[in-house]
């Protein structure tokens, strides 16, 4: 039988970690297509999964200068290369066996060279996908969630 306070320990137990994740449009084609990774073996968790550009936020750091730092970093982008469109509302998710409480920032970006992204280690491949080809795709938790939310988020002057 289920017990309530076991499940609001259990809740407890679980570490609140703030990651962002940036979404990656070119305009450059017929319709614009967003940039998905696949996670490497290398990357602590989901590995395989398909993901936006993103990453934990450290501490002491904005959502959105860590949003520009995960973009240099896994695309090699620098900020003059992408223009941020819009910042989402956090999107929640709960991971028991990481034992994690995700709130996840989105973004979407401008990508104002496409053809210059190098990626890192954190991925094996890199894609460029119509948003509507999303849930086609194994892809981390709430991905299509937190694309909605970046899409649906305020516009950034």
């Given at each position: 039988m289920n017990n309530p306070q076991q499940h609001d320990t259990?809740?407890?137990?679980?570490?609140?970690t703030h990651v962002v994740t940036c979404f990656l449009m070119r305009v450059d084609t017929a319709?614009?297509?967003?940039?998905?990774?696949q996670r490497s073996q290398r990357v602590g968790s989901y590995h395989g999964q398909w993901a936006g550009v993103s990453g934990f936020l450290e501490a002491?750091?904005?959502?959105d200068e860590q949003?520009?730092?995960?973009?240099?970093e896994e695309t090699s982008l620098q900020r003059e290369q992408v223009q941020m469109l819009r910042r989402g509302a956090i999107v929640e998710h709960l991971?028991?066996?990481?034992?994690?409480?995700?709130?996840?920032?989105p973004f979407l970006f401008q990508?104002?060279?496409?053809?210059a992204i190098r990626i890192d280690w954190e991925a094996n491949e890199m894609r460029w996908i119509a948003p509507s080809?999303?849930?086609n795709y194994e892809t981390v938790p709430?991905?299509?969630e937190v694309y909605t939310s970046a899409i649906n988020g305020e516009e950034v002057a």
């Open positions: 259990d809740q407890q137990a679980l570490r609140p319709e614009p297509r967003i940039l998905i990774m002491n750091t904005t959502p949003a520009y730092t995960e973009i240099r991971d028991p066996a990481l034992r994690r409480h995700f709130y996840i920032h990508v104002n060279t496409p053809d080809e999303l849930p709430k991905l299509l």
